[in-house]
């Protein structure tokens, strides 16, 4: 049995006032917490034991989703004393866990994908490393002007994919990892490039439907583009009732 842990200890600071009373991962998307989609999202994969590492306003993820059975997954709470940082609360995540085997499913607690699990967690045992992230295409934040030499403006490019690709917040982890990860801090600078030198870190590339709500303005731009996006476009969760 595969078990996941979901990162949603957040203050969402660039979020405020909307995170005032409630943390990051309780931030609403048609209506909806962001961190409902991710239960349905992991229990579509048949990943039905999940940790949810929680700190600021914590009660209030308790209160909504209780013990998960409404969402068909069995959930456990992981409870920060004091700040940890993602690492450690990572690392107390793991350690808290029941009932996981070869691989836990990690995501922050900000992101909405559409990623099939299963092709991710096929990747990361054939590759049998300590942890898999996956990555998204990087897209500008602003248009592109295309030259066509020096000084010719050839056209235009509204928010282009750049030959980049980045940490889409979405992991697959051996448990022997939790030996690597800071007891307080951020795995993705400490853990994550020690494993990249050692050779016991993978990329998967997805090219599936992916955001990140890091600042109000990110919320309006996910409204306005599910809004407008034609119903077979959307990503398969947010077509399904929550």
């Known amino acids: 049995m595969t078990s996941?842990?979901?990162?949603?200890?957040?203050?969402?600071?660039?979020?405020?006032?909307?995170?005032?009373?409630?943390?990051?991962?309780?931030?609403?998307?048609?209506?909806?917490?962001l961190l409902a989609y991710q239960l349905q999202w992991l229990a579509l994969y048949g990943i039905n034991n999940i940790m949810i590492a929680c700190g600021y306003r914590y009660e209030t993820i308790q209160d909504y989703f209780a013990d998960g059975s409404q969402w068909q997954v069995k959930l456990q709470y992981s409870?920060?004393?004091q700040a940890l940082g993602r690492g450690g609360a990572l690392k107390q995540a793991i350690k808290n866990l029941n009932g996981h085997d070869d691989a836990i499913v990690a995501v922050n607690g900000d992101v909405l994908s559409s990623q099939p699990l299963d092709d991710l967690l096929r990747f990361h045992r054939r590759y049998a490393c300590l942890a898999t992230i996956a990555t998204v295409p990087l897209r500008s934040p602003y248009g592109i002007v295309d030259l066509a030499d020096d000084v010719t403006v050839a056209g235009f490019r509204e928010k282009p994919e750049l030959p980049y690709r980045i940490n889409a917040g979405i992991y697959v982890l051996d448990p022997a990892i939790v030996e690597c990860l800071p007891d307080m801090g951020d795995h993705e600078v400490t853990t994550f490039p020690h494993l990249a030198k050692e050779g016991q870190l993978r990329a998967y590339h997805s090219e599936h439907y992916w955001r990140a709500i890091d600042t109000v303005k990110d919320l309006s731009n996910l409204a306005n583009e599910l809004e407008n996006l034609p119903a077979e476009k959307l990503p398969q969760l947010l077509c399904r009732k929550v």
């Not at 842990?5 to 943390?23: H, Q, S, V």
């Open 4 to 33: 996941a842990i979901i990162l949603a200890g957040g203050r969402g600071e660039r979020l405020r006032p909307l995170t005032a009373d409630r943390p990051k991962a309780m931030i609403e998307v048609q209506g909806v917490p």
């Open 79 to 81: 409870l920060e004393k």
